[in-house]
């Protein structure tokens, strides 16, 4: 074969060597389209919120590749249920492609409640929605700053700033409702412990303003109220009238004063004697 490749001219030889290599080229540019499946596409099938392991079989079934890229905690899905998926439903694309998927987390992830008293509402709905948070049962109570927070609860108690919670987790907001409209008589709280003075507050809807304690008092929970601001009844011996919402101020001291402290005493006769 090499003699008769040797006896041919240069040219032929050429010829036949260009040739092979077009041939070659051609067969190869035929073969592209079988090898890479040109023209062969799917429709992207929808996953969301079916389980990884389903929506997995079920991609793949469907002649795609999986890959689980990223988490996230949704409290309104399953753990481990498809969130997003990429390239998404109903998307054409080619046989084999790796369909990514964004899947639920089992355990939510624990975030630090902020301090939301004293935040309007809505800037306060705003923080919980940015930390994954929701906004539970809203309670109002009388209060001067109308519609704002005054109290943060979760599961009915107190919550504190700084507590670390499951994201997801539903807080009550305690609101404002501004003082109310009717008038009641002021609750005589002189001779009461400051316990029974802050339940009768509470009661009455009225808020505990300043409070003043003798430097006598070691126990303020059981030291009794001496003074009171605004008074049972003024100067004219008249009942004086709050709103709900409205504070009322508070003097402790270590001894239980007589019951008609309270009532401020008649006017001084001011003719000269």
Partial sequence: MLKSITKRSFGFNLAV???????LGLLFFLSLGIITKHGDTLTVPDVYKKNVQEATMLLEKAGFSVDVRDSIYIDSIPALAVWEQTPEKGSTVKVGRTIYLTINKVVPPMVAMPDLEGFTFRSAEMMLHALRLNVGDTIYKPDFA????LQQLLNGKPLKAGKMIPEGSN?????????GNTENPAPDLVGLSFLEAKETLSASNLLIGIVLVDPNVTDTANAFVVKQDPMHRNNLNELNMVRAGEAIDLWLSAAKPVKDAGVAPPPKDSTPE
């Fill in 146 to 149: 109308t519609n704002t927070v």
């Fill in 171 to 179: 807080i009550t907001l305690v609101l404002s409702s501004g003082t």
């Fill in 17 to 23: 060597a260009v040739g092979s290599i077009l041939l």
